[in-house]
């Protein structure tokens, strides 16, 4: 938990603004000290500076992750209609499906079955790239942080097993919009970006560029 020290010059106290109604707590300047000029001062300095470094994304290990992988990926599906467990991973909040390659099909998968498609269906001459280990974890989340819904797709690669081992085993979905390594049994949170949840400390998933308008799917990274 991460604890922010305010500059003694502010006080937590309830607005009176807007005619005597309480808006609710504000951040009030004490008055200034005799001798004391107005303006932007150097506590003002400090407390943004103090906000700016307690937002910056920390992970487990202590070293900040990006919130996109920097691995080459492409992946493009049209018609995301016709395939069942695509269709509902992309307008159902809360739902998620995993795309691998067999060789001669993509195969899309959530937790009630699958759906083969054959390579020739989404253009077998594209330059598909699948990410680190040849398959993808794609959905639309229930937590939406900034109140707009917004698909999004992650390596299915475990990313601990990858970095820490040489295997790269391929995750699978479980309830509770959850994703699980059958190798290291580390579980994570498809709703928060990934992260762990559930077993020895590590690193978040890997995340790759997504956009989805109305039956197109573009991974492209």
């Given at each position: 938990?991460?604890?922010?020290?305010?500059?003694v010059?502010?006080?937590?106290?309830?607005?009176?603004?807007?005619?005597?109604?309480?808006?609710?707590?504000?951040?009030?300047?004490?008055?200034?000290?005799?001798?004391q000029?107005g303006?932007?001062?150097f506590?003002?300095?400090?407390?943004?500076?103090?906000?700016f470094?307690?937002?910056?994304?920390?992970?487990?290990?202590?070293?900040?992750?990006?919130?996109?992988?920097?691995?080459?990926?492409?992946?493009?599906?049209?018609?995301?209609?016709?395939?069942?467990?695509?269709?509902?991973?992309?307008?159902?909040?809360?739902?998620?499906?995993?795309?691998?390659?067999n060789?001669?099909?993509?195969?899309?998968t959530?937790?009630?079955?699958?759906?083969?498609?054959?390579?020739?269906?989404?253009?077998?001459?594209?330059n598909?790239?699948m990410?680190?280990?040849?398959?993808?974890?794609?959905?639309?989340?229930?937590?939406?942080?900034?109140?707009?819904?917004?698909?999004?797709?992650y390596?299915?690669?475990?990313?601990?097993?990858?970095?820490?081992?040489?295997?790269?085993?391929?995750?699978?979905?479980?309830?509770?919009?959850?994703?699980?390594?059958?190798?290291?049994?580390?579980?994570?949170?498809?709703?928060?970006?990934?992260?762990?949840?559930?077993?020895?400390?590590?690193?978040?998933?890997?995340?790759?560029?997504?956009?989805?308008?109305?039956?197109?799917?573009?991974?492209?990274?």
């Open positions: 938990m991460q604890i922010i020290i305010l500059p010059k502010y006080i937590l106290l309830p607005s009176l603004q807007g005619r005597g109604r309480v808006e609710g707590p504000h951040l009030t300047p004490l008055p200034a000290r005799k001798g000029g303006g932007f001062s506590s003002h300095f400090i407390f943004l500076f103090s906000f470094l307690s937002s910056l994304p920390i992970s487990s290990c202590g070293e900040a992750e990006r919130l996109y992988d920097t691995f080459p990926a492409y992946f493009v599906v049209q018609n995301t209609n016709t395939v069942p467990q695509l269709n509902t991973a992309m307008n159902g909040m809360g739902e998620f499906c995993t795309i691998t390659d060789g001669s099909q993509y195969v899309f959530d937790l009630g079955g699958s759906t083969p498609v054959n390579k020739t269906a989404l253009g077998i001459y594209r598909f790239r990410g680190r280990s040849g398959g993808f974890i794609t959905g639309l989340p229930t937590y939406i942080a900034d109140a707009s819904p917004r698909v999004v797709c390596d299915i690669v475990c990313p601990n097993c990858y970095e820490q081992t040489s295997i790269a085993p391929h995750l699978r979905l479980a309830t509770g919009c959850r994703a699980q390594c059958g190798s290291c049994h580390r579980t994570y949170d498809l709703n928060n970006l990934g992260m762990m949840i559930a077993g020895e400390p590590g690193r978040s998933l890997y995340r790759y560029n997504v956009s989805y308008a109305p039956y197109t799917l573009v991974i492209s990274n």
